[in-house]
């Protein structure tokens, strides 16, 4: 499940936060992104470092006219005026670069730390920023995961109940979009769906004048704070028109695992930890037929078992997904999901709260021990403004090539 971007005070533009209008690249400020090393790896020649960075989502930017008013209207809406149509609205309007300091943003490395609130003269706010992996070549990196593995280690420690500290793969175009009024496209975030199928006012870079939802296949490899997480395929109809929006999640809480993800717990929350995901085939190649979808933990250099023991321990097939998700049949369960790994999906990653259901899905009831008003923003930001999450060590590749 992704974020929803919320609002934050820290500059004008991020008044208008859902609502890009801008298609081409102002010059106020200067896009620079902060690099993230990451690593791709084989078996046969181990891990080789890529020339990867991150890029903030277009919706968190700036954008104005040529004589810096804004392109939205008092409400936040659209200016009809200004983008009557997809041309007339990219010669009137303007995408600026990202403060990614002051949206919460640093990395070091192969380490990115997100904030969920930022400080600016002695008071906090909401900054929920949401970034992607962008290749060397200006495009999203496009990783290809069916019959391969994607690992990382992720530090939660300060996410309280409510928090979510998101890395997930969306089937977004690799180009964000790009076309002739939109040239800034994956360089500047454009082009962002998922399974929810938010309504934006660009679909994949193009002018959204009829309003339409923008679904796309999501795997949700991590959602999590220190008290509960899940990991859930999302696929969708061929034609893009809907997905399985709640999927056929795996939380060890709801599977009865109460003290297995926890501060203290047999998967110590305070603590960082390694988190390797495999997507495994049904003839074991990588052009397969997807039939389980593997976890695996690390920490303080030792594999953790897992909460289900068994051979296979925490994992997700198409059996169980037919169980548990009624909608699964309907969007093609695990097969669908597999044939987008293969083709390529771009790594997202995103910190957020929930003003309207405090993450109670993700933390609360059977999900996790949180008490249904924990997660309410204004507790977290008066208990823990410091919150973040630390994303680092992301490899991907063959299967057991990424961790030892």
Request: glycine share 10%; proline share 4%; aromatic share 8%.
């Amino acid at each position: 499940m992704a974020p929803a971007t919320q609002m934050s005070r820290l500059a004008l533009a991020i008044a208008f936060l859902r609502l890009v209008c801008a298609q081409q690249p102002g010059t106020s400020t200067p896009e620079v992104h902060p690099q993230l090393l990451t690593s791709k790896c084989t078996k046969a020649g181990g891990c080789v470092q890529q020339q990867t960075s991150v890029v903030l989502d277009w919706a968190y930017r700036w954008i104005h006219t040529a004589n810096y008013d804004s392109c939205t209207t008092s409400s936040g809406a659209i200016n009809s005026t200004l983008c009557p149509d997809e041309a007339t609205c990219a010669a009137n309007c303007f995408i600026e670069g990202a403060n990614y300091t002051a949206m919460g943003i640093t990395t070091s490395g192969n380490s990115m730390t997100m904030n969920q609130y930022v400080e600016s003269d002695g008071a906090y706010s909401s900054s929920s920023p949401r970034v992607y992996l962008l290749d060397s070549n200006g495009d999203y990196a496009n990783l290809q995961l069916l019959g391969q593995e994607l690992s990382f280690e992720v530090d939660l420690s300060t996410l309280p109940c409510g928090e979510n500290g998101a890395l997930y793969l969306s089937q977004m175009d690799p180009t964000g979009g790009r076309n002739q009024y939109n040239t800034g496209a994956a360089n500047y975030g454009s082009g962002y769906c998922d399974a929810q199928c938010p309504v934006e006012t660009f679909k994949n870079g193009t002018l959204n004048t009829n309003g339409a939802a923008y679904c796309c296949n999501e795997m949700d490899v991590l959602e999590s704070n220190s008290a509960a997480s899940a990991f859930t395929p999302h696929p969708c109809a061929a034609d893009s028109s809907n997905c399985d929006k709640g999927g056929c999640g795996f939380n060890a809480y709801a599977q009865g695992y109460k003290n297995y993800w926890a501060p203290g717990g047999t998967l110590d929350t305070s603590k960082p930890f390694t988190v390797i995901t495999q997507f495994i085939t049904n003839d074991g190649t990588t052009t397969g037929t997807l039939s389980e979808i593997r976890r695996i933990y690390q920490q303080n250099n030792r594999t953790v078992p897992s909460a289900v023991s068994g051979a296979s321990g925490d994992s997700i097939n198409g059996t169980w997904c037919a169980a548990v998700d009624s909608s699964a049949s309907e969007f093609g369960n695990l097969q669908t999901m597999g044939e987008a790994l293969g083709s390529g999906m771009t790594l997202v990653f995103s910190i957020w709260n929930d003003n309207s259901q405090f993450m109670n899905w993700l933390d609360s009831g059977s999900a996790g021990p949180c008490s249904s008003t924990a997660g309410n923003p204004a507790t977290i930001q008066a208990q823990d403004p410091s919150t973040h999450v630390i994303f680092s060590n992301i490899r991907w590749g063959d299967l057991n090539s990424t961790f030892s």
